[in-house]
DNA sequence: ATGCCGGGTACGACCCGA
Protein backbone atom coordinates (compact mmCIF):
# COMPACT_ATOMS: atom_id res chain seq x y z
CA UNK A 1 0.00 0.00 0.00
CA UNK A 2 0.84 3.25 -1.02
CA UNK A 3 0.22 6.18 1.25
CA UNK A 4 1.37 9.87 0.05
CA UNK A 5 1.32 13.72 2.15
CA UNK A 6 1.50 16.53 -0.38
CA UNK A 7 0.70 20.29 0.72
CA UNK A 8 -0.47 21.25 -2.75
CA UNK A 9 -0.66 24.97 -1.90
CA UNK A 10 -4.68 25.83 -3.25
CA UNK A 11 -6.59 23.01 -4.26
CA UNK A 12 -8.03 25.43 -7.07
CA UNK A 13 -5.01 26.58 -8.52
CA UNK A 14 -3.07 22.88 -8.23
CA UNK A 15 -6.05 20.80 -9.91
CA UNK A 16 -4.38 20.19 -13.11
CA UNK A 17 -1.16 19.43 -11.31
CA UNK A 18 -3.18 16.98 -8.89
CA UNK A 19 -4.70 15.05 -11.28
CA UNK A 20 -1.50 14.61 -13.60
CA UNK A 21 0.94 13.08 -10.91
CA UNK A 22 -2.79 10.87 -9.50
CA UNK A 23 -2.39 9.51 -13.02
CA UNK A 24 0.50 8.99 -13.21
CA UNK A 25 1.85 7.50 -9.76
CA UNK A 26 -1.99 6.10 -8.31
CA UNK A 27 -0.76 5.82 -4.78
CA UNK A 28 -3.87 4.42 -2.54
CA UNK A 29 -4.38 7.36 -0.16
CA UNK A 30 -3.31 10.96 -0.47
CA UNK A 31 -2.81 13.22 2.27
CA UNK A 32 -3.19 16.92 1.03
CA UNK A 33 -2.56 20.00 3.16
CA UNK A 34 -3.51 23.61 2.47
CA UNK A 35 -6.46 23.06 0.20
CA UNK A 36 -7.18 26.55 0.57
CA UNK A 37 -11.10 25.62 0.08
CA UNK A 38 -14.42 25.14 1.20
CA UNK A 39 -15.87 21.65 1.38
CA UNK A 40 -18.27 22.71 -0.84
CA UNK A 41 -16.02 23.94 -3.24
CA UNK A 42 -14.12 21.37 -3.86
CA UNK A 43 -13.19 19.50 -6.93
CA UNK A 44 -14.77 16.64 -6.64
CA UNK A 45 -15.84 15.12 -9.72
CA UNK A 46 -12.29 14.56 -11.66
CA UNK A 47 -10.82 13.09 -9.03
CA UNK A 48 -13.90 10.45 -7.70
CA UNK A 49 -13.31 9.94 -11.48
CA UNK A 50 -10.08 8.63 -10.74
CA UNK A 51 -11.18 5.79 -8.73
CA UNK A 52 -10.80 7.64 -4.84
CA UNK A 53 -13.00 8.33 -2.07
CA UNK A 54 -12.74 11.47 -0.84
CA UNK A 55 -13.05 13.46 3.14
CA UNK A 56 -12.50 17.28 3.57
CA UNK A 57 -11.92 19.38 5.94
CA UNK A 58 -11.71 22.88 4.88
CA UNK A 59 -12.37 26.72 5.22
CA UNK A 60 -12.26 29.49 3.44
CA UNK A 61 -9.29 31.24 1.95
CA UNK A 62 -6.62 29.15 4.23
CA UNK A 63 -5.13 25.83 5.59
CA UNK A 64 -7.31 23.19 5.44
CA UNK A 65 -6.97 19.41 4.57
CA UNK A 66 -8.33 16.49 2.88
CA UNK A 67 -7.94 12.73 2.25
CA UNK A 68 -8.16 10.76 -0.97
CA UNK A 69 -8.83 7.16 -0.77
CA UNK A 70 -9.10 3.98 -3.03
CA UNK A 71 -10.25 2.11 -0.28
CA UNK A 72 -13.54 3.20 1.06
CA UNK A 73 -13.39 5.11 4.70
CA UNK A 74 -14.59 2.99 7.77
CA UNK A 75 -14.00 5.95 9.94
CA UNK A 76 -13.22 9.62 9.67
CA UNK A 77 -12.60 12.29 12.16
CA UNK A 78 -12.11 16.13 11.93
CA UNK A 79 -10.69 18.78 13.30
CA UNK A 80 -7.66 18.30 16.32
CA UNK A 81 -9.28 17.90 20.00
CA UNK A 82 -8.56 19.98 22.90
CA UNK A 83 -9.40 23.65 22.13
CA UNK A 84 -13.35 24.63 21.00
CA UNK A 85 -12.11 28.36 20.19
CA UNK A 86 -9.27 26.94 17.32
CA UNK A 87 -11.78 26.71 14.28
CA UNK A 88 -8.36 26.57 12.16
CA UNK A 89 -9.04 23.08 9.64
CA UNK A 90 -5.88 21.58 10.25
CA UNK A 91 -6.38 17.87 11.11
CA UNK A 92 -8.51 15.00 9.14
CA UNK A 93 -7.70 11.30 9.83
CA UNK A 94 -9.38 8.17 8.12
CA UNK A 95 -9.46 4.30 9.62
CA UNK A 96 -9.44 1.68 6.53
CA UNK A 97 -9.83 -2.15 6.30
CA UNK A 98 -7.02 -3.52 4.60
CA UNK A 99 -6.53 -7.26 3.84
CA UNK A 100 -3.67 -7.17 6.73
CA UNK A 101 -6.07 -5.53 9.09
CA UNK A 102 -6.77 -2.17 10.11
CA UNK A 103 -4.69 1.12 9.28
CA UNK A 104 -5.28 4.53 10.89
CA UNK A 105 -3.97 7.47 8.76
CA UNK A 106 -4.26 11.01 10.19
CA UNK A 107 -3.48 13.82 8.15
CA UNK A 108 -1.91 16.81 9.44
CA UNK A 109 -1.15 20.86 8.90
CA UNK A 110 1.11 21.44 11.39
CA UNK A 111 0.67 25.70 12.27
CA UNK A 112 4.06 27.78 10.93
CA UNK A 113 4.46 29.36 13.86
CA UNK A 114 5.80 32.90 12.34
CA UNK A 115 6.63 35.48 13.48
CA UNK A 116 8.02 34.12 16.77
CA UNK A 117 7.10 37.32 18.56
CA UNK A 118 2.98 37.18 17.55
CA UNK A 119 0.43 34.94 19.11
CA UNK A 120 0.81 33.19 15.99
CA UNK A 121 4.22 31.17 17.79
CA UNK A 122 2.44 30.16 20.91
CA UNK A 123 -0.44 28.71 19.15
CA UNK A 124 2.09 26.27 17.12
CA UNK A 125 3.90 24.93 20.49
CA UNK A 126 0.10 24.29 21.82
CA UNK A 127 -1.19 22.92 19.14
CA UNK A 128 1.60 20.44 19.41
CA UNK A 129 0.76 19.97 23.19
CA UNK A 130 -2.19 18.84 21.64
CA UNK A 131 -1.46 16.93 19.20
CA UNK A 132 0.99 15.04 21.42
CA UNK A 133 -1.81 14.53 23.56
CA UNK A 134 -3.74 12.92 20.82
CA UNK A 135 -1.42 10.35 19.36
CA UNK A 136 -0.63 9.28 23.01
CA UNK A 137 -4.31 8.49 23.32
CA UNK A 138 -3.81 7.05 19.62
CA UNK A 139 -0.74 4.78 20.33
CA UNK A 140 -2.71 2.89 23.13
CA UNK A 141 -4.77 1.39 20.41
CA UNK A 142 -1.56 -0.65 19.06
CA UNK A 143 -2.47 -0.49 15.27
CA UNK A 144 -0.65 0.58 12.14
CA UNK A 145 -0.94 4.39 12.42
CA UNK A 146 0.76 6.94 10.29
CA UNK A 147 0.42 10.62 11.35
CA UNK A 148 1.55 12.30 8.01
CA UNK A 149 1.51 15.99 6.79
CA UNK A 150 3.06 19.88 6.04
CA UNK A 151 4.86 19.51 9.96
CA UNK A 152 6.26 22.51 9.13
CA UNK A 153 9.20 21.39 11.43
CA UNK A 154 13.46 20.96 10.22
CA UNK A 155 13.97 18.25 12.47
CA UNK A 156 17.85 18.48 12.71
CA UNK A 157 20.23 21.07 10.63
CA UNK A 158 20.78 17.80 7.74
CA UNK A 159 17.35 18.77 7.03
CA UNK A 160 18.25 21.85 5.70
CA UNK A 161 20.72 23.06 2.66
CA UNK A 162 21.40 26.69 4.78
CA UNK A 163 20.49 25.48 8.98
CA UNK A 164 22.16 28.61 9.81
CA UNK A 165 19.51 30.61 8.22
CA UNK A 166 16.50 29.33 9.72
CA UNK A 167 18.60 30.34 13.21
CA UNK A 168 15.85 31.76 15.10
CA UNK A 169 12.71 30.62 12.82
CA UNK A 170 9.79 28.96 14.25
CA UNK A 171 10.19 26.03 12.02
CA UNK A 172 13.85 25.28 13.81
CA UNK A 173 13.06 26.90 17.34
CA UNK A 174 14.33 25.06 20.26
CA UNK A 175 11.31 25.27 21.68
CA UNK A 176 9.50 23.72 18.33
CA UNK A 177 12.51 21.03 18.05
CA UNK A 178 11.64 19.77 21.78
CA UNK A 179 8.10 19.07 21.42
CA UNK A 180 9.09 17.24 17.77
CA UNK A 181 11.73 15.07 20.64
CA UNK A 182 8.44 15.01 22.60
CA UNK A 183 6.37 13.57 20.04
CA UNK A 184 9.15 10.97 18.58
CA UNK A 185 9.50 9.77 22.14
CA UNK A 186 6.16 8.72 22.60
CA UNK A 187 7.37 5.59 19.94
CA UNK A 188 6.99 7.33 16.66
CA UNK A 189 9.07 6.94 14.15
CA UNK A 190 10.71 8.97 11.61
CA UNK A 191 9.81 7.24 8.17
CA UNK A 192 12.33 9.12 5.85
CA UNK A 193 15.32 8.87 8.60
CA UNK A 194 14.40 4.85 9.03
CA UNK A 195 15.63 4.41 5.64
CA UNK A 196 18.05 7.09 4.76
CA UNK A 197 20.47 9.36 6.62
CA UNK A 198 21.31 11.85 3.36
CA UNK A 199 20.19 15.46 3.27
CA UNK A 200 16.87 15.37 1.44
CA UNK A 201 13.98 18.23 1.02
CA UNK A 202 10.30 18.19 0.87
CA UNK A 203 9.75 22.08 0.28
CA UNK A 204 11.89 24.49 -1.83
CA UNK A 205 10.58 28.87 -1.75
CA UNK A 206 9.21 30.48 -4.62
CA UNK A 207 11.44 33.05 -4.35
CA UNK A 208 15.04 33.18 -4.62
CA UNK A 209 15.86 30.95 -7.01
CA UNK A 210 15.52 28.07 -4.18
CA UNK A 211 14.75 25.36 -6.10
CA UNK A 212 17.03 25.91 -9.39
CA UNK A 213 19.76 26.55 -5.65
CA UNK A 214 18.33 23.14 -4.27
CA UNK A 215 17.90 25.33 -1.19
CA UNK A 216 15.31 23.31 0.11
CA UNK A 217 14.30 21.91 3.68
CA UNK A 218 12.39 19.04 5.08
CA UNK A 219 9.25 19.22 7.03
CA UNK A 220 6.63 17.16 5.36
CA UNK A 221 7.21 14.05 7.57
CA UNK A 222 5.53 10.15 7.66
CA UNK A 223 6.02 9.26 11.18
CA UNK A 224 5.07 5.70 12.48
CA UNK A 225 3.31 3.78 15.28
CA UNK A 226 5.25 0.88 16.52
CA UNK A 227 2.66 -1.74 13.94
CA UNK A 228 3.45 0.79 11.00
CA UNK A 229 6.86 1.09 11.33
CA UNK A 230 7.28 -3.04 11.15
CA UNK A 231 5.30 -2.93 7.49
CA UNK A 232 7.46 -0.10 6.08
CA UNK A 233 9.10 -1.03 2.98
CA UNK A 234 10.47 2.25 1.30
CA UNK A 235 9.76 5.71 1.00
CA UNK A 236 9.95 8.77 -1.80
CA UNK A 237 10.30 12.03 -2.07
CA UNK A 238 8.58 12.94 -5.72
CA UNK A 239 10.92 15.51 -5.86
CA UNK A 240 10.89 15.64 -9.96
CA UNK A 241 7.01 17.06 -9.10
CA UNK A 242 8.90 20.39 -8.42
CA UNK A 243 9.99 21.32 -11.43
CA UNK A 244 6.69 20.88 -13.54
CA UNK A 245 4.54 23.47 -14.79
CA UNK A 246 2.96 25.47 -12.50
CA UNK A 247 3.82 23.28 -8.87
CA UNK A 248 3.75 23.67 -5.49
CA UNK A 249 6.56 24.71 -2.94
CA UNK A 250 6.13 21.19 -1.42
CA UNK A 251 6.54 18.12 -3.16
CA UNK A 252 4.59 15.01 -2.44
CA UNK A 253 6.08 12.10 -0.19
CA UNK A 254 5.35 8.51 -0.29
CA UNK A 255 5.51 5.69 2.49
CA UNK A 256 5.33 2.16 1.17
CA UNK A 257 3.88 -0.49 3.13
CA UNK A 258 2.98 -4.11 3.78
CA UNK A 259 -0.43 -3.94 4.10
C1' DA B 1 15.45 40.39 1.92
C1' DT B 2 9.43 41.77 8.24
C1' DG B 3 8.14 39.33 1.27
C1' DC B 4 12.29 38.72 -4.12
C1' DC B 5 6.98 34.29 -5.50
C1' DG B 6 2.54 32.73 -5.55
C1' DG B 7 -2.21 31.70 -3.84
C1' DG B 8 -6.27 33.65 -1.50
C1' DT B 9 -10.12 37.32 -1.91
C1' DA B 10 -12.11 40.09 -5.08
C1' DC B 11 -11.15 43.92 -8.69
C1' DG B 12 -7.32 47.27 -5.70
C1' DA B 13 -4.36 45.99 -2.81
C1' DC B 14 -3.65 43.43 1.24
C1' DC B 15 -3.31 38.93 3.93
C1' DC B 16 -0.73 34.76 4.29
C1' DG B 17 2.88 31.28 3.67
C1' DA B 18 8.03 29.14 5.53
Known sequence: MRIATWNINGIKARLPLLLLWLKQESPDIVCLQEIKSVDEAFPRSEIEALGYNLETHGQKSWNGVAILSKLKFDEVHRGLPGDDEDLQARLIEGV??????VVRVCNIYL???????????PYKLRWMDRLIEFVEARLLLEEPFVLLGDFNLIPAGIDAHDPAAWWGDALFRPESLEKWRRLKNLGLTDALRSVSSEPCYTFWDFQTGAWRRDAGIRIDHLMLSPQAADRLDGVTIHRDVRGWDKPSDHVPVEGRFTL
Request: charged share 25%; net charge negative; glycine share 18%.
Open 111 to 121: PNGNPVDTEKF
Open 96 to 101: FSTEGG
